[in-house]
C-alpha cells in the first residue's frame, strides 16, 4: 500500500478528536448510496413501464407495416410469400381497414374495424391472450352467411360502451351502400359479438373491432379478393428499421409502402424518451448533492490537517502526493457510495420484482403493480456519472491542499 493511501485511510476513518469527520464522510456515502439507488430503481421503472407499453402496442399493431397508397393490394397472397422470405420475418397477416359504426339499444360508436385471418393473426399479434370471453378463432366458426350473423371480436371498453357481451347482437352501418332517390344509403349489417378482448390501452380497448376478412370484403362491397394491406412480424423489434429496408427492396416501391412501429408511435417514444432524460437530470441532482457533501468533508478536513500536511511536506512530499491523498479520499468515499447505492438499488429493484408491494390504480393504469426492467446501459452510465462527480468533487480540496506553504502552516504552531 502507498504511503498516499494510507494516510488517506487513516484521515477518512479518524478517531478519537476526529470523529465527527469520520460522521461526515459516512454521511457522504450515504448521500451518493442514495442518489445512485434512486436511479437505478426509478430509471428500471421507466424501462420497465415503457417496455410494458411497448408490447402493449405490438400486441395489438404489427412490427412492420406493408400498404398501398389506394388502401387496396390484390395481388397479397404473393406479396405475402416475398416477405417471408426476408431475413428476420417470422410471421405475415394480410389485413383489411375500415371506419364504420356500431350501434345498440345502448348506444353508438364509431370504431376502427379491421379485417383479418385468426390463422395469420395468431403468428403476428398477441390478441390470443387478450382475450375475456372467447376466442380469435370465433371469427369464422359457425357464422356467416350459412350460420347466421357474422362474428365480431370487440375491445372491453367498446362492448361496455355498447352494453354487449359475447353472443350479443350488434348493427353495423359501413361506408359501402346505394345511392336512391332519396340519396345516399348505407349499408346496416347485424354482427354477433364472439369474443371480448382487453390489452389494457383504453384507445385501443374503445375503438377496435375484428371480423374475417371475407367478412370484411363483403361488409366494405369488395367484388375482388382485395386488402388493404400486410401487417408483419420480425425476429428482433429494435431491429424493424433495418427489416423494413429489406423488406422494401423486395417488394419494390410506388404504390406500395413500408412502415416499421417506430415511425408509427414516434411521437409517444419521443415523448417517453424525454420524460426518462428529464427524470434522469432531476435524479442526477441528488447525486450532485451527495458529491458536494464530499466537497464539505474535504475542505474541513484540510482545515484540520493543516498542521500535518505542512509536516508532511517538510519531511519530502511533493504537492503531487498531498493532492493524490485527498483526491483518494474523495474517491473512496465516492467508490465506497456507489457500490452501497447498486446494493440498494439492485435489491429494491428485486423485491419491487418480486413481491410487487407497490400497488397501482387499475382504472388509471394498464398494470396494477411497477414494472422493472434493468438494462446494462443504464446501469453503466449511473455508475460512471456517479464517479465522474465523485472525482470532480475532490479537485478543489485537493488542489487547495497542495498549495499549502509548510513555513506558513507552522509559523503559528
Given at each position: 500500500?502507498?504511503?498516499?493511501?494510507?494516510?488517506?485511510?487513516?484521515?477518512?476513518?479518524?478517531?478519537?478528536?476526529?470523529?465527527?469527520?469520520?460522521?461526515?464522510?459516512?454521511?457522504?456515502?450515504?448521500?451518493?448510496?442514495?442518489?445512485?439507488?434512486?436511479?437505478?430503481?426509478?430509471?428500471?421503472?421507466?424501462?420497465?413501464?415503457?417496455?410494458?407499453?411497448?408490447?402493449?402496442?405490438?400486441?395489438?399493431?404489427?412490427?412492420?407495416?406493408?400498404?398501398?397508397?389506394?388502401?387496396?393490394?390484390?395481388?397479397?397472397?404473393?406479396?405475402?410469400?416475398?416477405?417471408?422470405?426476408?431475413?428476420?420475418?417470422?410471421?405475415?397477416?394480410?389485413?383489411?381497414?375500415?371506419?364504420?359504426?356500431?350501434?345498440?339499444?345502448?348506444?353508438?360508436?364509431?370504431?376502427?374495424?379491421?379485417?383479418?385471418?385468426?390463422?395469420?393473426?395468431?403468428?403476428?399479434?398477441?390478441?390470443?391472450?387478450?382475450?375475456?370471453?372467447?376466442?380469435?378463432?370465433?371469427?369464422?366458426?359457425?357464422?356467416?352467411?350459412?350460420?347466421?350473423?357474422?362474428?365480431?371480436?370487440?375491445?372491453?371498453?367498446?362492448?361496455?360502451?355498447?352494453?354487449?357481451?359475447?353472443?350479443?347482437?350488434?348493427?353495423?352501418?359501413?361506408?359501402?351502400?346505394?345511392?336512391?332517390?332519396?340519396?345516399?344509403?348505407?349499408?346496416?349489417?347485424?354482427?354477433?359479438?364472439?369474443?371480448?378482448?382487453?390489452?389494457?390501452?383504453?384507445?385501443?380497448?374503445?375503438?377496435?373491432?375484428?371480423?374475417?376478412?371475407?367478412?370484411?370484403?363483403?361488409?366494405?362491397?369488395?367484388?375482388?379478393?382485395?386488402?388493404?394491406?400486410?401487417?408483419?412480424?420480425?425476429?428482433?423489434?429494435?431491429?424493424?428499421?433495418?427489416?423494413?429496408?429489406?423488406?422494401?427492396?423486395?417488394?419494390?416501391?410506388?404504390?406500395?409502402?413500408?412502415?416499421?412501429?417506430?415511425?408509427?408511435?414516434?411521437?409517444?417514444?419521443?415523448?417517453?424518451?424525454l420524460e426518462k432524460l428529464a427524470i434522469s437530470v432531476i435524479l442526477v441532482m441528488i447525486v450532485l448533492v451527495g458529491s458536494f457533501s464530499i466537497v464539505t468533508t474535504l475542505v474541513m478536513l484540510v482545515m484540520e490537517k493543516t498542521r500535518d500536511i505542512a509536516i508532511l511536506m517538510s519531511m519530502g512530499a511533493t504537492r503531487k502526493s498531498v493532492r493524490a491523498i485527498f483526491m483518494l479520499q474523495g474517491m473512496i468515499i465516492g467508490v465506497a457510495g456507489t457500490v452501497a447505492g447498486f446494493a440498494l438499488g439492485l435489491t429494491l429493484c428485486f423485491l419491487l420484482q418480486r413481491f410487487q408491494?407497490?400497488?397501482?390504480?387499475?382504472?388509471?393504469?394498464?398494470?396494477?403493480?411497477?414494472?422493472?426492467?434493468?438494462?446494462?446501459?443504464?446501469?453503466?452510465?449511473?455508475?460512471?456519472?456517479?464517479?465522474?462527480?465523485?472525482?470532480?468533487?475532490?479537485?478543489?480540496?485537493?488542489?487547495?491542499?497542495?498549495?499549502?506553504?509548510?513555513?506558513?502552516?507552522?509559523?503559528?504552531?
Amino acid at each position: 500500500m502507498s504511503f498516499e493511501r494510507f494516510i488517506a485511510m487513516r484521515y477518512l476513518f479518524a478517531r478519537r478528536k476526529q470523529a465527527f469527520i469520520s460522521v461526515i464522510s459516512l454521511i457522504s456515502i450515504l448521500g451518493v448510496a442514495i442518489g445512485v439507488a434512486s436511479l437505478i430503481v426509478v430509471l428500471g421503472v421507466m424501462n420497465g413501464m415503457s417496455t410494458d407499453l411497448r408490447d402493449k402496442i405490438l400486441g395489438v399493431n404489427a412490427h412492420l407495416l406493408v400498404g398501398s397508397v389506394d388502401n387496396s393490394i390484390a395481388d397479397y397472397r404473393m406479396l405475402t410469400e416475398t416477405a417471408l422470405t426476408v431475413e428476420g420475418v417470422t410471421g405475415v397477416m394480410p389485413f383489411l381497414y375500415s371506419e364504420v359504426m356500431l350501434s345498440t339499444r345502448h348506444g353508438v360508436k364509431g370504431v376502427v374495424l379491421r379485417g383479418i385471418n385468426p390463422a395469420d393473426a395468431a403468428n403476428v399479434l398477441t390478441l390470443d391472450k387478450d382475450m375475456l370471453e372467447g376466442k380469435l378463432a370465433h371469427l369464422t366458426g359457425g357464422y356467416g352467411p350459412s350460420g347466421g350473423p357474422p362474428g365480431i371480436v370487440l375491445g372491453k371498453e367498446l362492448a361496455q360502451r355498447l352494453g354487449v357481451r359475447r353472443g350479443s347482437l350488434v348493427n353495423m352501418l359501413t361506408p359501402s351502400g346505394m345511392t336512391t332517390a332519396a340519396g345516399f344509403k348505407p349499408k346496416v349489417q347485424t354482427v354477433r359479438v364472439v369474443a371480448v378482448f382487453k390489452t389494457g390501452m383504453y384507445e385501443y380497448d374503445a375503438s377496435l373491432a375484428y371480423v374475417s376478412i371475407p367478412t370484411a370484403q363483403r361488409l366494405m362491397g369488395f367484388k375482388t379478393d382485395t386488402v388493404s394491406g400486410l401487417e408483419l412480424k420480425v425476429d428482433d423489434v429494435d431491429r424493424a428499421d433495418e427489416i423494413g429496408q429489406l423488406l422494401k427492396d423486395k417488394v419494390g416501391g410506388f404504390p406500395l409502402y413500408v412502415r416499421n412501429w417506430k415511425e408509427m408511435n414516434e411521437n409517444l417514444y419521443a415523448a417517453l424518451a424525454l420524460e426518462k432524460l428529464a427524470i434522469s437530470v432531476i435524479l442526477v441532482m441528488i447525486v450532485l448533492v451527495g458529491s458536494f457533501s464530499i466537497v464539505t468533508t474535504l475542505v474541513m478536513l484540510v482545515m484540520e490537517k493543516t498542521r500535518d500536511i505542512a509536516i508532511l511536506m517538510s519531511m519530502g512530499a511533493t504537492r503531487k502526493s498531498v493532492r493524490a491523498i485527498f483526491m483518494l479520499q474523495g474517491m473512496i468515499i465516492g467508490v465506497a457510495g456507489t457500490v452501497a447505492g447498486f446494493a440498494l438499488g439492485l435489491t429494491l429493484c428485486f423485491l419491487l420484482q418480486r413481491f410487487q408491494f407497490i400497488t397501482l390504480p387499475k382504472g388509471i393504469y394498464s398494470l396494477d403493480y411497477l414494472p422493472v426492467l434493468l438494462e446494462w446501459p443504464d446501469l453503466v452510465a449511473i455508475g460512471v456519472s456517479a464517479l465522474v462527480l465523485c472525482f470532480l468533487a475532490t479537485v478543489y480540496p485537493a488542489r487547495q491542499a497542495s498549495k499549502l506553504t509548510p513555513a506558513e502552516a507552522l509559523r503559528y504552531e
